[in-house]
């Protein structure tokens, strides 16, 4: 797994910035809030600058070296900036100027402070949040970069920085709460008291948890592609004479249990994907028969077609809508038979889930390969 630069996965990063609370250097964080056009990542992609160190990504490298140096001027004033980056012109010295991207991206750099601890909190709770900032206000009321929170568990949006009751009004509470329900990050002009203010609302989502049942050394490579493409991975074994945290030390969390148990020692939620890989026919059969009545939308089974078939005899149920959610064979065809080659194959499968996406060429897409959001 990347530990450090552009590549790291999320989980690193989130870490990182809990991590930079402990310290006293000064930091920033840089997240894309607009993108007109091609980018290469779209609205709530971060990056965090700490000290010399840079972790996340938010371009391919093109605007790293200018946002580090906004940054470290953020981060010691301890003022946030609105920067945007034209790269759709090639006059000589533009930001156009041999970047593959052919768009405007516009990014929010602020400093590592106490205003940005609630997104903090909301990564180790792993809680949904809604962080509202400032873009423009016409009427002056509110500046750029001022920041309030929405909380939809308490329907409450907070506000960073008093600005004598700027941010009230039952309306615009409202209007995030549909932001945050659709998980969205993006930029939106809303009407407010008679005023136009135009906010980026950054919709922070828990991780989507995938727990893999199994110990072979083969969960490994699903294990370390899952992280790095962004999961929270749990690995639950059924054989206590494996050391499972010892075999699987990238996971976030390993457990050993028995089959009967997993739907009261696990949050089998609608966020949860699930691959089941015990190599042993009895186990999978206790464990599929768990996940079917849980909210989990992915379950996927390794081993071949006639072998499931044989699972769902023994199970006594016909097909039904239940087994939609059961792949298997697990995994999209991607020719590879190595581990990691394997490994890749079920976690592209478990992403396209996850993304209510049909797997294809990016080169036969109609247009934009990201959805853009209307201005």
């Known amino acids: ?69 906004a940054s ?61 900032t400032v873009l423009s206000d016409e009427t002056g009321s509110l500046v750029p970069g001022d920041r309030a929170y929405y909380d939809p568990e308490t329907g409450v949006l907070t506000a960073a920085e008093d600005r004598n009751g700027a941010w009230g009004g039952q309306a615009l509470t409202d209007q995030m709460a549909t932001f945050v329900a659709g998980g969205q990050s993006a930029v939106t002009t809303v009407d407010h008291g008679g005023r136009s203010l135009r906010l980026f609302v950054d919709a922070v989502e828990p991780l989507p948890e995938l727990v893999i049942f199994g110990s072979g050394r083969d969960v490994g490579p699903v294990v ?25 030390q990238e996971a976030d969390r390993t457990l050993t249990t028995a089959p009967a148990d997993i739907d009261r020692r696990l949050d089998l939620s609608e966020r949860t994907y699930t ?41 006594e149920r016909p097909p039904n809508p239940d087994f939609d959610r059961v792949y298997a064979p697990v995994g999209l065809d991607l020719g590879g038979g190595s581990p990691h080659q394997i490994g890749q194959s079920i976690v592209a499968e478990v992403l396209a889930v996850r993304n209510g996406t049909t797997p294809d060429h990016l080169r036969a897409v109609d247009g934009p390969i990201h959805e853009r959001i209307e201005h």
């Open 1 to 69: 797994m990347h530990e450090s630069g552009w590549s790291a996965p999320e989980p690193v990063f989130r870490r990182r910035v809990r991590n930079c609370f402990d310290t006293t250097e000064p930091a920033a964080v840089a997240a894309v809030v607009d993108v007109r056009g091609s980018a290469y990542r779209r609205p709530g992609a971060k990056l965090l600058f700490d000290g010399a160190e840079t972790t996340g990504a938010i371009t391919a490298g093109c605007l790293e070296g200018d946002l580090a140096a």
């Open 72 to 132: 470290r001027r953020v981060a010691d004033a301890g003022t946030p900036e609105v920067i945007t980056y034209d790269l759709t012109s090639d006059d000589e010295g533009s930001w156009g100027l041999g970047i593959g991207c052919d768009g405007i991206v516009t990014v929010l750099v602020e400093p590592l402070s106490e205003r940005y601890k609630p997104v903090v909190d909301a990564f180790a709770e792993r809680k949904r949040l809604g962080a509202v």
């Open 224 to 248: 370390q592609t899952a992280v790095n493409a962004g999961f929270r991975v749990t690995v639950v074994g059924f054989r206590g004479g494996v050391d499972i945290a010892a075999r699987f």
């Open 275 to 315: 691959v089941v890989m015990t190599h042993n026919f009895v186990d999978d059969c206790l464990t599929v028969e768990r996940l079917l009545p849980s909210l989990v939308p992915y379950i996927g089974l390794m081993g071949p077609e006639e072998r499931f078939q044989k699972l769902v005899a023994e199970l």
